[in-house]
């Protein structure tokens, strides 16, 4: 079977290489607020200013009056379909490889699924996690199709349970730029970087005023950092199955050095410890490495 990018390793893009090797020392986030320019996804630069990424995914620019309905970014509803899984620890090469083919495979043998990306888990959780797959569907009744199809079944019955001991569900909608790049998640910024899959889970419903608040905090967070990020989106799970998690995130980050510069800065850390920690109950984040489109699994 043919070989698919899945993401044992990561390249760093040269967007983010040529910006880290020449740029100044890193210490905080403050240095990266101004976005790279370049060809980018994203990011994209008009007579009027940089435009720039909205809360819901979408452009904005910042140059521009906002009170204008003709100024108004058209974003498109997405649902995000995540997957975690527990692999046994007798788990050979062979048989991982060929688990994550034929789930990768999935998207040419149904309609609906916009882009997937998937791989190993890089980073040590408390569930003991290994692998993740994260889906993009157009709607929801592409996603309910989705988990009744026979192929798909038939890959988790051959090539998923059986090395498998636990899955985990989480699904959400959520928006971005109506644009066919973003949505499928297409060119060359998709190719490379590090996919980061937070999940949380919040005290009690009465807090979804401040859970809101927070998440809101996040995400303008998230915007002041193109040079960093290539997308993110974030919803309400809706998937029963896993009712520990009320919410989730999924940002695509455009290197593993832009990642680590984000994950350790004292902005991140802050905004945890003001907006978040004293109202979830549980959080799960975990990550795993893109390689480029056409290089094979190691």
């Known amino acids: 079977m043919q ?5 044992f390793s990561c ?23 101004k976005p790279l320019s370049g060809a980018g996804v994203i990011i994209r630069r008009f007579p009027s200013g940089l435009k720039q990424i909205n809360r819901r995914g979408a452009i904005n620019s910042a140059a521009e009056p906002q009170n204008s309905s003709n100024n108004a970014e058209k974003t498109r509803k997405v649902v995000e379909h ?7 620890v007798d788990l050979s090469d062979k048989d991982e490889k060929d ?9 040419y043998q149904m309609r609906g699924i916009l882009a997937i990306s998937l791989g190993r888990i890089s980073n040590q959780n408390l569930e003991n996690y290994t692998h993740a797959v994260f889906m993009r569907f157009q709607k929801r009744e592409d996603l309910v199709k989705f988990y009744e199809n026979p192929f798909y079944l038939g890959v988790l ?3 998923v349970t059986p090395f498998c001991h636990e899955l985990t569900y989480v699904d959400y909608e959520s928006q971005v730029e109506d644009d066919i790049l973003p949505i499928f998640r297409k060119g060359e910024e998709f190719n490379f970087g590090v996919e980061f899959i937070l999940l949380i889970g919040f005290k009690d419903s009465s807090l979804m005023e401040a859970a809101n608040d927070a998440l809101t905090s996040f995400e303008k967070l998230l915007m002041e950092f193109p040079s960093l990020i290539v997308q993110s989106t974030r919803g309400l799970n809706f ?3 896993s009712k520990d998690y009320t919410h989730a995130v999924v940002i695509r ?14 902005e991140y850390r ?7 920690e004293a109202i979830i109950e549980k959080k799960l984040s975990i990550s795993f490495s893109v390689d480029p489109v056409g290089n094979e699994l190691m």
């Open 11 to 33: 390249s760093t893009s040269h967007l983010t290489k040529h910006y880290l090797n020449n740029g100044a020392p890193l210490k905080t986030l403050a240095s990266l607020r």
């Open 239 to 241: 998937n029963h199955g």
């Open 157 to 159: 019955k051959d090539h």
């Open 99 to 107: 688990m994550l083919d034929f789930l990768y495979t999935c998207q």
């Open 3 to 7: 070989s698919h990018p899945h993401t």
């Open 82 to 88: 995540i997957c975690l899984l527990k692999a046994k």
């Open 270 to 276: 802050d905004i945890w410890s003001s907006k978040f």
């Open 253 to 266: 980050f455009r290197s593993s050095d832009a990642f680590d510069i984000f994950m350790g800065s004292s």
